[in-house]
């Protein structure tokens, strides 16, 4: 088992980091994400994932998953891949931003130095995934950026045995990185938690451009992206966010992006609030149609409405979900089996 205390300067059982440099008198700076962390020696980033230890910064969280689950797909959500298949799950501690609003901050709050899990390599984290008769490799649950390096590790190892690798992620991370990973990840769900800066800033400890240029270069190099919007009531919600964060998705991104307008639901530091409407959501979904997009879901909603997928040509039912669960799926060879149009996505 791995367990390294706060105050150790240990390192024969870490992992060396990417993306960082000297910087003067025994500091470094962390280019992963936004943030380039300035860390003098014993210091971690805020991500508490990262750590220079005598000059030289370190992965703490390499090998060391603290969620593994065999997931439906649909549960990253992705609703445009695979569907019906399962996807081999996982994360390890740490994030770095701090959603108010985070659905797993048991885990993703967690300092990676204070744990204690069992190691697994990258080439045991790809057996279990075959061996469970996954299609796909999902990062997942907390922030895939933060452990990059174990990612990038696990999905190149992946592509040799014949499986893809997903993520879901806030899209916090530095264009450098980002574009090394791509090369590896057939598809994305990436959190667009609002459109205004001041909201990612009250409640995120982030900003929205960086996420929005996440966005672009993941079209740029191909990989599949679905967008997750989470409403929370009186806070990113209004007509004018929703308004313009759709036009945004359709004219950078295309109108067959999928996006799944999410329910929250009180947690973690915004317990104060209630849950979003059914009608916001609604509300949502007629704007985004308006707009043009032509995959919209609604998640996170007991009512099960919502989560099925229509031809945008012919308007047919083409799968038809309760849940996570795929009850029919009307897509063959990719193109829709009533009027033959190509429905975008990776279907087979």
């Avoid at 220079?52 to 969620?67: D, E, F, K, R």
């Avoid at 069992?118 to 950026?145: C, H, M, R």
């Avoid at 997903?166 to 090394?180: C, D, K, Q, T």
């Amino acid at each position: 088992m791995f367990s390294l205390g706060a105050d150790s300067e240990k390192s024969s059982d870490l992992k060396k980091a990417l993306y960082w440099k000297e910087y003067d008198q025994g500091r470094l700076q962390c280019n992963l994400c936004p943030r380039r962390c300035i860390l003098a020696s014993g210091e971690k980033g805020f991500c508490r994932a990262r750590k220079n230890i005598s000059g030289v910064l370190y992965t703490l969280t390499y090998g060391q998953p603290v969620a593994l689950h065999v997931d439906p797909i649909e549960k990253k959500p992705l609703a445009h891949v695979y569907p019906g298949t399962k996807s081999f799950s996982i994360a390890t501690a740490g994030c770095n931003l701090r959603c108010k609003f985070c659905q797993n901050w048991e885990i993703s709050q967690l300092d990676a130095e204070k744990i204690d899990v069992k190691p697994l390599s990258a080439q045991e984290i790809v057996n279990q995934a075959l061996d469970s008769g996954s299609k796909t490799i999902a990062f997942t649950y907390t922030e895939p950026t933060i452990f990059f390096e174990y990612m990038l590790d696990i999905a190149k190892e992946a592509k040799t045995k014949g499986i893809d690798c997903v993520m879901h992620s806030a899209g916090y991370i530095n264009e450098e990185p980002l574009r090394e990973i791509s090369k590896y990840i057939t598809a994305a769900n990436i959190d667009l938690k609002g459109f205004k800066d001041k909201f990612y800033s009250d409640f995120c400890e982030g900003d929205v451009q960086t996420v929005l240029r996440t966005l672009k270069i993941l079209k740029e190099e191909g990989v599949w992206i679905e967008i997750t919007n989470l409403l929370i009531p009186g806070a990113n919600d209004s007509q004018e966010d929703l308004k313009e964060l759709c036009a945004w998705v359709k004219e950078n991104l295309g109108a067959d992006t999928p996006i799944h307008f999410s329910r929250f639901y009180p947690q973690y530091k915004l317990t104060n609030l209630s849950p979003t409407p059914l009608k916001s959501l609604k509300r949502a979904e007629k704007i985004a149609k308006e707009t043009g997009l032509h995959f919209i879901y609604i998640g996170n909603v007991p009512l099960q409405v919502g989560e099925d997928t229509y031809c945008p040509y012919c308007h047919k039912l083409l799968v038809k979900r309760i849940g996570y669960r795929v009850l029919l799926n009307r897509i063959s060879n990719g193109r829709c089996s009533h009027c033959n149009k190509k429905i975008a996505g990776i279907w087979e």
